[in-house]
C-alpha cells in the first residue's frame, strides 16, 4: 500500500507562486509515474501534470503550460508541483497521484493523497 501526503497548499493572491509537495511511502517510488490532479468545485476532477518515474517525461495540461512544472525526487520519494504566475481560476483542491508502472500517463492512477487546498484571491 502506498500512502501519499499533499503539502504547499494556501491562499495566494493572483501573480503569486506556490509548490505544493508530495511525499509517498515505500520503498518503489521509482518504480511509480506521478501526476498532480485538481478539483474545483461544482468541476470535474482533472489532471494537471504528470512526469514518469525518471523524470524524463512530463505532462502538462494547456491551462498550466508555461506556468506550472512537476518535477520529482527519487531519493527523496517526493514529487513537486512549482506553479508559478497563479490565476483565480487556478483555485481548486489538488491531488497527488501515483500509478504503477513507468509509462507516462494521465489515467488510471492507483493511489491518491487526500489533497490540499490552493486558493487564489484576485
Known amino acids: 500500500q502506498v500512502q501519499l501526503v499533499e503539502s504547499g497548499g494556501g491562499l495566494v493572491q493572483a501573480g503569486d507562486s506556490l509548490r505544493l509537495s508530495c511525499a509517498t511511502s515505500g520503498r518503489t517510488f521509482s518504480s511509480y509515474t506521478m501526476g498532480w490532479f485538481r478539483q474545483a468545485p461544482g468541476k470535474e476532477r482533472e489532471v494537471v501534470a504528470a512526469?514518469?518515474?525518471?523524470?524524463?517525461?512530463?505532462y502538462y495540461a494547456d491551462s498550466v503550460k508555461g506556468r506550472f512544472t512537476i518535477s520529482r525526487d527519487n531519493a527523496k520519494n517526493t514529487v513537486y508541483l512549482q506553479m508559478n504566475s497563479l490565476k483565480p481560476e487556478d483555485t481548486a483542491v489538488y491531488y497527488c497521484?501515483?500509478?504503477?508502472?513507468?509509462?507516462?500517463?494521465?489515467?488510471?492512477?492507483?493511489?491518491w493523497g487526500q489533497g490540499t487546498q490552493v486558493t487564489v484571491s484576485s
Open positions: 497521484a501515483a500509478r504503477v508502472g513507468r509509462a507516462l500517463t494521465t489515467k488510471n492512477y492507483d493511489y
Open positions: 512526469i514518469s518515474w525518471s523524470g524524463g517525461s512530463t
